[in-house]
């Protein structure tokens, strides 16, 4: 289905959003203001951003600890997620969940985890929820190369095809595990292989290619919406960045791999094919960066001028009153 | 003597104990690639993420005569690997009534302190205790972490080795000659009169700290960490609370049927113990809640020196 301009924009802005949000959680990463750990998305941008211009806002997605793109694309708020890596009260979690727990429950974001693969079961439940429901509501589970190795996954796949639940299944195959190559753990080198033996349908996409990552999820929403069950597609990507923030962290991948893949930047593709298009002049282009820029230092100010929350709340919130 | 960190200090046993034995292998996620580098990726493999797998394949080479050493990293990915941990690895010497042994070294790393907040600061090792069927160390110095983890990987049996993400940096004398340490030997890491610290891991070093500031105070502090949590030196918890009359338990975990509880009853339930003591056993842990990732909370949650400080004066108020 051919999008309206609007729509392509709207996801341009999307992509770029996460980039810019990244580079500056990076950036006070490096000067201490954010804590523990971040794990940067940069690079995989088309992933989040094509299979979430799919959904609607009641659709529910669950991410990975490498969460920010997920957010960002299901239309999380910049200043409670800024607040909420600040460690403030404002934040999403009050301050309790850092980089790698961020959830938006109201916009069907149902969490970064720092667990791999523990994220998929619990989508898969919203699928269920979804199924009872019967409204037509779909889930999205969004998972690595190295996730796709683990038990849950399996488990998780197998029963959502058994009962045809409203499921899609979306593999960002960056090519590594922390610093394990996939090559060296996947019996396979497409996780889309896997399908077949669920007997549902997989799919290999281009996940530097936003608009091919949109119509792959396109079909797959359908498909769920339809009640015909759960899709994989697979996102072939790589990110930029370390596995994590932290310095000193030695990354094991050849340079020359890093390089040829930034020139694949899934940002700079899109702009240039919706140049060709005239949909986007390079003044316009330059100005929407400058109210992204604008918008995360309003975020991070935020963060900034709200308190860090009192010390009575780390009891709170054991259990729901 | 020379110095070296806790972490170097694990690598080192590793490294001596995979020399020595060909069985030895070693699994984790992420291969490290000094062991890479002298063993080969036939006998140091990087796995897919799948820790139940690994572990279970752990229990399966062990029993097929293989001594195998398998790094869960943090010890949240261990309850990826429940299963394998308590009802096979835990249990299958004695269930099949003791036919060949299960030698396998299980290391992970725990406690706080680094703002990764609620799944990646635990410290679950009494989880562990209360399984029967498996041993497990908990050093505080790179010298008993060299020696305990040796020992660990002869023995026949399947152990844990938790050791302390706020250690990982710390560096202590460890001797070039080799030594191990034997499991459920206690250490003294310092002797006073007045009151007995038992203090695990990170804690034996906050406990340190504290006994100095109490040492002004006139109070005189023994300083005791167990190192092995299973088994459990018991004989040398009681010697020195006899001895002091009064016990305070330092543990970065919560205190809820934790390992401080267990030696708090070590202590209480032994009649000469109970009749020398002169005031109620304190307990120094964790608040009782996940762990928070914003800094002051996190630092609010976890026990430090100031706060073995004041367990102490209140027992020493008590009698
Ligand atoms: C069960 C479990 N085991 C190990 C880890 C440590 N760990 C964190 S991220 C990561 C690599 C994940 O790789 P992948 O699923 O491909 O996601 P990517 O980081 O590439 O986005 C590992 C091993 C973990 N968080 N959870
Ligand atoms: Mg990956």
């Known amino acids: 289905m051919a999008l309206t301009q609007e729509k392509q924009l709207e996801m341009l802005r999307i992509m770029q959003t996460i980039r810019r949000f990244e580079e500056r959680a990076s950036d006070d990463y490096r000067t201490g203001d954010i804590y523990g750990v971040v794990h940067c998305y940069i690079g995989e941008e088309a992933v989040a951003t094509g299979v979430c211009a799919a959904l609607n806002r009641d659709d529910q997605i669950i991410s990975t600890h490498r969460g920010h793109g997920h957010c960002i694309a299901k239309g999380a708020d910049l200043k409670r997620m800024m607040a909420e890596l600040y460690g403030r009260e404002t934040g999403y979690c009050k301050g309790k969940g850092g980089s790698m727990h961020i959830a938006d429950f109201s916009i069907g974001m149902l969490g970064a985890n720092g667990i791999v693969a523990g994220g998929i079961p619990i989508v898969t439940g919203a699928g269920l929820a979804a199924q009872l429901e019967g409204k037509g509501r779909v889930a999205v589970s969004f998972f690595g190369d190295g996730a796709s190795n683990a038990g849950p996954f399996h488990e998780s796949i197998n029963i959502a095809a058994a009962w045809k639940l409203p499921m899609i299944y979306v593999c960002e195959n960056n090519l590594y595990a922390a610093s394990t190559p996939a090559a060296s753990t996947l019996a396979h080198s497409d996780v889309a292989a896997r399908a077949a033996g669920y007997d549902i349908p997989g799919v290999v996409v281009d996940g530097n290619d936003v608009m091919a990552v949109y119509d792959a999820a396109q079909e797959a929403v359908a498909r769920a919406r339809n009640g015909e069950g759960p899709s994989l597609i697979e996102c072939k990507t790589y990110r930029w960045r370390g596995h994590t923030e932290r310095v000193g962290g030695a990354d094991p991948r050849p340079q020359g791999e890093i390089r040829a893949w930034q020139e694949r930047d899934p940002i700079e593709r899109f702009v240039a094919g919706l140049m060709d298009q005239g949909c986007i002049t390079q003044e316009a282009w330059q100005e929407m960066d400058e109210e992204i820029l604008a918008e995360i230092e309003e975020a991070v100010q935020f963060a900034i001028e709200s308190p860090f929350p009192d010390l009575e709340a780390a009891v709170e919130d054991v259990f729901a009153e | ?319």
């Open chain 2, 1 to 319: 003597m020379r110095k070296i960190s806790y972490a170097q200090a694990g690598m080192e046993a590793l490294v001596e104990e995979m020399r020595r034995d060909p069985t030895t292998f070693h699994l984790s996620t992420d291969a490290p690639d000094a062991l890479v580098k002298e063993f080969g990726s036939e006998r140091v493999r990087a796995t897919p993420i799948a820790e139940g797998a690994l572990t279970g394949i752990a229990v399966g080479a062990a029993g097929s005569g293989f001594r195998p050493i398998i790094n869960w990293s943090m010890v949240t990915f261990s309850f990826v690997a429940m299963d394998q941990i308590v009802n096979q690895a835990a249990k299958i010497h004695y269930m099949f009534g003791g036919q060949v042994k299960f030698p396998i070294t299980f290391r992970t790393s725990v406690g706080g302190g680094r703002r990764v907040a609620a799944q990646h600061s635990q410290s679950p090792y009494s989880m562990f205790m209360n399984l029967a069927g498996l041993k497990m160390i908990l050093p505080s110095t790179p010298y008993d972490m060299k020696g305990l983890l040796k020992t660990v990987i002869r023995d026949d049996n399947p152990i844990i080795s938790f050791e302390s993400n706020r250690l990982m940096g710390f560096a202590g004398e460890v001797p070039e000659d080799p030594y191990t340490v034997p499991l459920g030997k206690a250490d003294i890491k310092r002797e006073g009169t007045d009151v007995t610290i038992v203090a695990l891991a990170w804690l034996v070093h906050e406990a340190l700290a504290a006994a100095e500031v109490l040492d002004k105070e006139g109070v005189s502090v023994e300083v005791l960490d167990p190192r092995t949590l299973v088994p459990l030196d018991c004989d040398a918890i009681r010697a020195s609370v006899q001895k002091t009359g009064r016990l305070v338990i330092a543990d970065e975990a919560g205190p809820t049927a934790g390992a401080s509880a267990e030696i708090a009853a070590v202590a209480t339930e032994d009649a000469e113990t109970f009749a020398k003591m002169k005031a109620p056993v304190k307990r120094v842990c964790a608040l009782h809640v996940p762990i928070p990732y914003t800094p002051q909370l996190e630092d609010h949650v976890f026990p430090d020196r100031d706060n073995i400080v004041a367990g102490v004066r209140e027992v020493m108020d008590a009698g």
